[in-house]
Nanobody, 126 residues
Framework: QVQLVESGGGSVQAGGSLRLSCAASGRTLGSYGMAWFRQAPGKEREFVGGIPWSTWSAGMTIYAESVKGRFTISRDDAKNMVYLQMNSLKPEDTAVYYC????????????????WGQGTQVTVSS
């Protein structure tokens, strides 16, 4: 089992920044990857970005086209933490953001992920 807890959501004006955190605990995470998804009201859950857990594959971080260049995923292996730095936020980024975990490789399909956090709300006003 992997337990995930997100934090750091909130309200911000367009153009602002937020950093979300995801604390992971449970079984050995070395073969697991972490991803961020988001879900806006009335919309399907969509992939934001993902990062493999292993240090050797850190360069394999992937992003959705809609956030590429604005969002950055990073991790702190010593703390079992994954972060989502969100810059230049837009109203269309408003959603509940979830972190999720699965064995590598990272995919973009929510149903591939077996472990989810509870979600944290991000609201961007214009």
């Amino acid at each position: 089992q992997v337990q995930l807890v997100e934090s750091g959501g909130g309200s911000v004006q367009a153009g602002g920044s937020l950093r979300l955190s995801c604390a992971a605990s449970g079984r050995t995470l070395g073969s697991y990857g972490m991803a961020w998804f988001r879900q806006a009201p009335g919309k399907e859950r969509e992939f934001v970005g993902g990062i493999p857990w292993s240090t050797w594959s850190a360069g394999m971080t992937i992003y959705a086209e809609s956030v590429k260049g604005r969002f950055t995923i990073s991790r702190d292996d010593a703390k079992n933490m994954v972060y989502l730095q969100m810059n230049s936020l837009k109203p269309e980024d408003t959603a509940v953001y979830y972190c999720a975990s699965k064995r590598v490789p990272i995919t973009r399909t929510p149903s591939d992920f077996g472990f989810w956090g509870q979600g944290t709300q991000v609201t961007v006003s214009s």
